[in-house]
């Protein structure tokens, strides 16, 4: 037996608890600033439905703000850096493009209730802002965005990204933004459509269907003769 394995499962249950604590300040904090929104939801709140004392608020997060400022940002992914990359990757393919675009629309959908909360926290944040917006945008939407534009100018071979590029991106996030904010809606009209891995990922291969006839739509538009792979028309 390696001697030191004893005492490496016994810090990682001692590390446990913490982590814990922290998961369950989180999810506390999901729910309540979802319901209530940050200036009516007070610490003591949070640590009663998280059944942790007042103080872990500043253990883990400073103080409620930081914790807010973790529930806006943590379960929808706050880095897009990661995103970026691959949308933006050498040699990547317009088709490989897209698919790492979409993921980060459907990736947080395996999350269920979690990614509902996450929306209507989002939508406080524009009625009761707390200036959380301004930095998901520079740091979250504003760089995918861009990505996406370097990615279309140089498959469509334009010399720089003009309104109609413009256009053509913010279409293609519509259609994954449209599958959170409407997801109750979608439901309705359509149950079963996100239940489960296996239906996120029909969703992943159609949502890149549709994004390639997009692109291939302006591309026909601007008189470019776009080469893709395969016709998208043309899959099941």
């Known amino acids: 037996m390696n001697p030191g394995q004893p005492q490496a499962r016994a810090a990682a249950a001692a590390d446990k608890p913490h982590e814990d604590a922290r998961q369950r300040l989180l999810a506390a904090g999901l729910q309540l600033f979802a319901q209530q929104g940050f200036a009516k939801t007070s610490t003591r709140e949070l640590a009663e439905a998280a059944s942790v004392n007042v103080a872990a608020i500043s253990y883990y997060f400073g103080d409620k703000a930081g914790l807010y400022r973790a529930v806006f940002f943590e379960p929808m992914g706050g880095d897009a850096s990661a995103d970026v990359a691959a949308i933006t990757a050498a040699g990547q393919t317009l088709e490989g493009a897209l698919r790492a675009f979409y993921a980060g629309f459907l990736q947080p959908l395996l999350e269920g209730e ?103 739509a302006e591309a026909r538009r601007r008189g470019i003769d776009l080469a893709l792979t395969s016709d998208p028309c043309s899959r099941s």
Do not use: Y
Request: with cysteine; proline share 5%.
């Open 114 to 216: 979690k990614v509902a909360l996450c929306m209507k926290l989002h939508f406080r944040e524009f009625l009761e802002p707390t200036g959380l917006w301004d930095d998901h945008l520079a740091h979250g939407i504003r760089p995918v965005h861009e990505a996406m534009l370097q990615v279309m100018q140089r498959h469509l071979g334009l010399d720089a990204p003009d309104d109609e590029l413009q256009r053509l991106v913010i279409s293609l996030a519509a259609l994954g933004v449209h599958l959170h904010i409407a997801r109750d809606v979608n439901d309705r009209l359509a149950p079963g459509l996100f239940d489960g891995p296996a239906a996120i990922e029909t969703w992943a291969e159609r949502m890149v269907l549709f994004g390639l006839a997009m692109v291939q």
